[in-house]
């Protein structure tokens, strides 16, 4: 007589540590992406650098010129653009990691593995669009200078794991919501514009202390953003000015970058755990 068949349902090993453990599976997703991002195109991985350098020359001129704050602020070009590719880097992790449950609607209702798995991906996939930018910005900074300290220089991977883990985070909150609501993306639009003008991408912070005072600058330096960004400052414009010109914002790598990081975390943990709570239902509701 022939055993019977056991259905068992799908393993509950979810969440973000079965994403790490099927590695090979988030590096095919990766893949994918990248490749469809680019079916047809001729330019390729190249448009990495034309959006960040359009904005660059907009901003700039606008600015830099037109407004006169390259006048008040040494190597301000250094400056804006290690602001901008961080900036470039969030508004990809989490416009697209939001996006990414219902873009791959036709995977999750056919085959079962992760889900966190698109939100992670889609995040890997920015970092790969922020490389190239990375060098650029190197360069850049060598040719005007560049001495960096040991301090300066791990504000770099501070700074991509506050806005990468922030990108995640919110990108699974909003991408499980995306799934019963459409209207979570153009919350998700609205974010990602604002996001820029609440960080000292375009301006220095020095105007925001001197605006709000001491107590509403606390506020704004809880932004996660403003940290990730000061630190990018720190890292590649700081290092290229004349010594003691210029500064970061006082306690930026003893408070806010702790606090910082605290901050996303327990974003990440709520994106998670919301993610977990609702993804049970994603099938049919695609």
Known sequence: MAAPTVVRRPSPGTGLPA???????????????????????????????????????????????????????????????????LMNFFSESFGNAARSIVANASLIKKIYLPRQMFPVASVWVAGVHLLPQLVVMLVACLIVGWSPTWISLLAVPAALLIVGLLGAGLGMLFGAANVFFRDAENFVDLIVMVSTWSAPVLYPWMMVRDVLGPVWFAGFMLNPLTVAVELSHAAFWLPTTSPGAHTV??????????????????????????????????????
Not at 67 to 84: D, H, P
Not at 263 to 279: K, N, Y
């Open 19 to 85: 994403v790490f453990r099927q590695r090979y599976l988030l590096k095919l997703l990766v893949d994918k992406e990248l490749q469809i991002r680019y079916r047809g195109t001729i330019l390729g991985l190249l448009w990495s650098y034309v959006k960040p350098g359009i904005q660059f020359v907009v901003f700039y001129v606008a600015l830099g010129i037109f407004l006169g704050l390259e006048r008040g602020m040494e190597n301000y070009a250094v400056y804006l653009f290690s602001g901008i590719i």
């Open 249 to 286: 914002p006082p306690d930026l790598f003893s408070l806010w970058t702790p606090v910082a990081l605290l901050v996303v975390a327990v974003i990440m943990f709520l994106g998670d755990l919301t993610f977990r709570r609702l993804e049970g239902r994603f099938a049919q509701e695609l």
